[in-house]
């Protein structure tokens, strides 16, 4: 949902209190820092900006290992020890940086802009963000100092060590470890290891399907590499060249993304599978004799034109976690488990509908994504609608003017997802799955009547054959319909009356039989409503399932954005068009033939079906 823009007086107190609270690195390691201090002025300004504390009482016996010389894999876990220590502390922690960019040096203001973009958690206020991060005390060893080590003969002085996990993925830059003492608000450094290399850099990385058309006859696969030669998808014994696209700083429109979050993203390559045959399997690899190719991958094409059948998922707000339990800014807590869940899942498509990454102005983040949805994005295509995570922020054109993006304003978004748009920042288009006809609109973009996305809505709608396509179901990110609970509904309301006001109609008069939305993190299903009344409540089946009749009257609307981020209560009181609310973790499946359409949502820790319902249809409506 929408982060809160942090108005100007709110970020001198926070710089004021940052400063009030900062104090010498103490117990820890006890080590000196100076000599290893990365020196140079934030962008912020010097009232933002101050060298980092030395540590007092120099140790002499401290040190930071690494299990590995280098040079890394693409995804490696490397085992970090620091040893020597005196006194450990609650607030040593280990960050991991990118040594293109890295800058150690603490930036308080820094808290603020993390607010903006809707993260509240606590962070490392320092000039670039670290890739990851842990604490020491994650080795349940290290603060009783278990692991006790002598280091003179007398054995009168004894030194603690501890051991964290971190799993890195290629990110084509050098990564550098870093062991803090003073917590996340006044950290100073202990020490630092040498910097390890990924043996690959211009490896292809992440490969993603996605549709090109509704036809089932052609796939596009999106990859990185740190290579800007084109590359080739093989397939079926034939090869397609790359094209490649790009990001630079400057095409950021705001902080974080433009200073302590900017992460070089490399090159992307789209190529096209075309001349495929609609649902027949498929396998295909990417890359080039120079930078070595992916492994061997499968995919299956989705059904045609004029199919009787279809299957997809859908869900949004997933974001990622770290399957190490780093931490890093915007953890999704049930990513993890959602993905993994789809792991076995046998549909035509997922639709991933808004807040894709959450990386928020933290480019780092979308390589950690991208790795993290790769086995199931790279075997079904995997199509995806824009949120206020990746468009949002004031002056870029937006609908909304809050931060939500960190200042990507859409640009690594379409980057990484190539969708059949209508055009660069008009990130609205539909496809047909069989049966099914799906309008896929930006709630973040002009949504208002007489604009072009409007305009565009209207058409597509209204060009839909019913006969031949006789499903219609309307995809966007911000819902018309949501009973949300606790105290950010208060100051971040879900719902925005305007755009039920002038999309709702549109949306009756074109006979659209099921909405789906994100933005809300948690399911809620509805009546068939219209003007925030039923218009048709579903009767139950000898098996105890929903049933609607799609008569036209007005469309079933579904919340499904509980596919990773804290998932949000509901209030104790909600209204009548509310039919089933529930707060789990997990994604819908929605079947389809030219009679029936049957949406499940399912939760990913066990599978359980948490809601059923089926619309059935005339043919002829």
């Known amino acids: 949902m929408a982060g809160i823009p942090v108005p100007r007086v709110i970020i001198l107190e926070l710089v004021l209190l940052a400063i009030l609270q900062a104090g010498a690195c103490a117990g820890a390691g006890d080590a000196t820092g100076a000599n ?3 020196s140079g002025r934030s962008s912020f300004g010097s009232i933002t900006r101050r060298a980092l504390l030395e540590c007092r009482d ?8 690494l299990d590995t010389a280098g040079p890394l894999a693409s995804v490696q876990t490397v085992v970090t020890t620091v040893s020597g220590v005196l006194r450990p502390s609650s607030r040593d922690w280990i960050g991991v940086f990118s040594e293109a960019t890295h800058n150690y040096s603490d930036c308080l203001a820094n808290k603020a802009l993390y607010l903006q973009t809707g993260d509240f958690s ?4 320092l000039c670039d963000y670290p ?3 842990k604490f020491l005390s994650d080795d349940p060893g290290y603060i009783n100092c278990s692991n006790k080590t002598c280091v003179t003969d007398s054995c009168s002085v004894r030194t603690c060590s501890g051991s964290l996990a971190f799993r890195l993925v290629n990110i084509r830059t050098a990564v550098t470890f870093v062991f803090f003492g003073g917590g996340l608000v006044t950290p100073c450094i202990l020490k630092i290891a040498p910097p390890l290399s990924f043996a690959r850099p211009g490896a292809p990385l992440y490969g993603h399907l996605s549709l090109k058309d509704s036809s089932g006859t052609s796939m596009v696969v999106t990859w990185i590499s740190n290579d800007n030669a084109t590359q080739n998808v093989e397939y079926d014994g034939r090869s397609s060249t790359s094209e490649i696209t790009t990001f630079q700083k400057e095409d950021m429109c705001g902080s974080p993304a433009t200073d302590f979050g900017w992460h070089t993203p490399g090159y992307m390559h789209h190529a096209t599978m075309t001349s495929l045959s609609p649902g027949k399997s498929f396998s295909y690899r990417y890359g080039s004799e120079k930078v070595g190719w992916s492994k061997l991958k499968n995919f299956t094409t989705p059904p045609g034109d004029g199919s009787n059948s279809a299957s997809f998922i859908v869900f949004g707000d997933m974001g990622k976690a770290e399957r190490d339990n780093s931490l890093e800014h915007y953890i999704q807590p049930g990513a993890l488990q959602v993905i993994d869940s789809l792991a076995n899942q046998t549909v035509d498509t997922i639709f991933h509908i808004g807040d894709i990454s959450y990386a928020t102005g933290f480019l780092a983040e979308w390589d950690h994504f991208l790795e993290m949805i790769e086995p199931v994005a790279s075997r ?12 949002d922020h004031p002056g870029s054109g937006s609908k909304y003017n809050s931060t939500d993006s960190g200042g990507e304003c859409g640009v690594p978004y379409r980057s990484y997802f190539p969708m059949p748009a209508q ?10 799955l069989g049966p099914v006809h799906l309008t896929v609109i930006s709630t973040e973009h002009d949504w208002t009547p007489n604009s072009e996305q409007y305009s565009w809505m209207e058409h597509n709608l209204a060009s839909v054959n019913r006969t031949h396509t006789p499903w219609l179901v309307f995809v966007g990110h911000r819902p018309m319909y ?3 609970g606790g105290l950010l509904s208060k100051i971040l309301p879900a719902i925005d009356p305007d755009f039920v006001e002038a999309v709702e109609p549109l949306l009756v008069s074109s006979k659209v039989d099921l909405a789906l939305w994100g933005h809300v993190h948690n399911y809620e299903r509805t009546c068939a409503v219209n003007q925030s009344r039923c218009v048709q409540v579903p009767a139950k089946d000898d098996t105890g399932v929903d049933v609607y009749v799609s008569n036209g009257s007005a469309p079933i609307h579904a919340v499904v954005g509980m596919a990773g981020f804290s998932l949000d209560l509901f209030p104790a009181n909600w209204s009548s068009w509310s039919m089933v609310r529930v707060s789990e973790f997990g994604y819908s499946r929605i079947s389809a033939n030219k009679s029936e359409l049957l949406f499940e949502y399912i939760i990913a820790k066990d599978g359980a079906k948490a809601d059923r319902f089926k619309i059935l249809k005339n043919i002829n409506p």
Do not use: C
Not at 380 to 391: S, V
Not at 423 to 432: A, L, N
């Open 36 to 38: 290893l201090r990365v």
């Open 380 to 391: 079904i295509p995997y199509m995806t609608a824009i949120g206020n995570h990746e468009r």
């Open 423 to 432: 055009g660069i920042d008009k990130p609205w288009y539909s496809i047909e």
């Open 131 to 133: 890739l990851k991060f």
């Open 482 to 484: 949501s009973t949300q």
């Open 58 to 65: 120099p140790n002499p016996y401290l040190n930071l290992m």
């Open 122 to 125: 606590s962070l490392p206020l």
